[in-house]
């Protein structure tokens, strides 16, 4: 069966849930998985380096993209409660987990939602995401502008992607675009990428697009 049936909205495989224990230096708290979610029964590997790498949580509106059932969002949430989390994803199973795991966990700043559904007119200080590479090129390529585009001036993008599923090449597209981009902590195969927002321009004041 093929493992991109996290990324449709309405997931056929049949649901098998199951709950983990998500264990941090700072946090401990359970979640709902299920399948036709992505990292079904446990925690990924690259999920759990970016929890243990992040720096400080802003107190401002964030993103998770492609938060699954919410590991980030959570992580986020919980960590700084003066923060609006917004846990966003196409599939609607993981946005019903991640609303459920996130009540339970006590982050009621956690807002999941379909990518629709965040108004327009919202900036984040922060991305964060362990992003769907297995899309493909031109479609991940896509979503990521599509957010990284919506950072404040001088926000920050955090990503985790695995080396041989193109971390590097990523980051090379990336710099090529403007962006500053600084690899923060490699470890098993992973690479924690701060990708940065271009600057203003000097002439108009405006953020580059």
Request: a neutral charge.
């Amino acid at each position: 069966m093929s493992q991109d049936h996290y990324f449709s909205p309405d997931p056929k495989v049949a649901s098998r849930p199951r709950t983990i224990q998500v264990t941090l230096p700072d946090l401990s708290f359970e979640l709902d998985t299920d399948r036709g979610v992505f990292a079904h029964g446990h925690l990924d590997v690259g999920t759990d380096l970016l929890l243990r790498t992040l720096p400080a949580v802003p107190p401002e509106e964030l993103v998770d993209v492609g938060c699954g059932y919410g590991a980030i969002a959570i992580t986020l949430g919980l960590r700084n409660p003066d923060a609006r989390v917004w846990a966003v994803d196409v599939n609607r199973r993981a946005l019903y987990l991640c609303a459920r795991n996130a009540e339970r966990a006590g982050a009621l700043n956690v807002v999941p939602a379909e990518p629709d559904a965040v108004p327009a007119g919202i900036r984040f200080a922060a991305i964060y995401s362990n992003p769907p590479v297995r899309l493909g090129k031109e479609s991940l390529h896509e979503l990521l502008l599509t957010w990284i585009g919506r950072l404040e001036p001088g926000g920050v993008a955090t990503l985790v992607v695995q080396r041989h599923l193109g971390s590097d090449s990523l980051a090379a597209w990336l710099t090529s675009l403007g962006h500053p981009v600084e690899r923060v902590r490699s470890k098993a195969g992973y690479r924690v990428l701060e990708v940065h927002a271009i600057a203003a321009s000097p002439h108009d004041g405006s953020r580059a697009r």
